[in-house]
């Protein structure tokens, strides 16, 4: 069984740049395709970002595409969510996500094919 822990979250203004990390624990890393969800307040759960376990594939929404990028570290255990060009729709908590599987060449995009979860970190952008 997997741990994962989010960090990296905080308070930015319109325009800028976080980047996300998720460190993952307790499990072999490259075994699982992973994803970034985010959740404002109010809101379900949506897709954002998901990555193969090799990281050489990755599916964005698109909502987000050409702003974040995802990408993994198998020797860290990490997986990682550049986002930049943040507005204030950006605002809500980020959650990583882990799905164990046997298909390489396979990311997944709904909540409920994922199995493991991290806690969440806040992201606040300020217009």
């Known amino acids: 069984q997997v741990q994962l822990v989010e960090s990296g979250g905080g308070l930015v203004q319109a325009g800028g740049s976080l980047r996300l990390s998720c460190a993952a624990s307790?499990?072999?890393?490259?075994?699982?395709?992973m994803g970034w969800f985010r959740q404002a307040p109010g809101k379900e759960r949506e897709f954002v970002a998901g990555?193969?376990?090799?990281?050489?594939?990755?599916r964005y929404a698109e909502f987000v595409k050409g702003r974040f990028i995802m990408s993994r570290d198998n020797a860290k255990n990490t997986v990682y969510l550049q986002m930049n060009s943040l507005n204030a729709e950006d605002t809500a908590v980020y959650y990583c996500a882990a799905k164990p599987t046997m298909y390489g060449s396979r990311w997944f995009s709904n909540n409920y094919e994922y199995d493991y979860w991290g806690q969440g970190t806040q992201v606040t952008v300020s217009s």
């Open positions: 990555i193969t376990r090799s990281g050489d594939n990755i």
């Open positions: 307790g499990g072999t890393f490259s075994r699982y395709a």
